[in-house]
């Protein structure tokens, strides 16, 4: 069992990681609801909304945990120029894959 100390440790690292999945899960549920109250055409198409919404975060999360491995690396290893690197190719990888996304 986790003492009160090391619970507050424990939120203090992932609390905003908490907040940012309470928002998503109320945004969601609202927005699901509220597509239900249109009808089932309606929530037809979110359905589908959300199904292509998911695989774009789900490629952005693949690019962000690959950021943070490679940048956390550089980081622990003090080296200014892969982190630099890194921080370089996350941002080109990301414009170029929302760009091709935008276009599809």
């Not at 609801?33 to 198409?45: D, Q, R």
């Amino acid at each position: 069992m986790l003492s009160w100390r090391e619970f507050k440790a424990i939120m203090m690292v992932n609390g905003d990681l908490m907040l940012r999945t309470v928002c998503l899960l109320v945004v969601t549920n609202h927005f699901v609801a509220t597509g239900a109250s249109f009808g089932t055409e309606m929530l037809a198409a979110n359905a589908v909304l959300f199904q292509i919404h998911y695989l774009m975060a789900y490629l952005f999360y693949g690019f962000a945990n690959a950021s943070s491995v490679f940048s956390g690396r550089a980081r622990g290893a003090n080296d200014a120029e892969h982190f630099r690197q890194t921080l370089r190719y996350s941002a080109l990888s990301t414009l170029w894959m929302s760009g091709l996304l935008a276009l599809l």
